[in-house]
């Protein structure tokens, strides 16, 4: 799916990829969200996320690690 299907508000998904940087716990997490952020910024709202990255990424960025 992708993020602008889950998303609609692509703010509220730079908050989380924000939130998420802010609140990787190791290098893997941080590896993770800066992937993300690296598609994010080529394809933008078209960067697909399946359920399992979307998940990881709001554990990250709730502080769940």
């Known amino acids: 799916m992708k993020i602008i299907d889950r998303y609609p508000d692509d703010d509220d998904f730079e908050e989380l990829l924000a939130s998420a940087e802010e609140n990787a716990s190791n290098e893997w997490e941080a590896e993770f969200v800066s992937s993300l952020q690296e598609r994010y910024e080529q394809y ?22």
């Open 44 to 65: 933008g709202v078209n960067t697909y996320l399946s359920d399992k990255q979307d998940e990881v990424l709001n554990r990250i960025a709730e502080g769940e690690s």
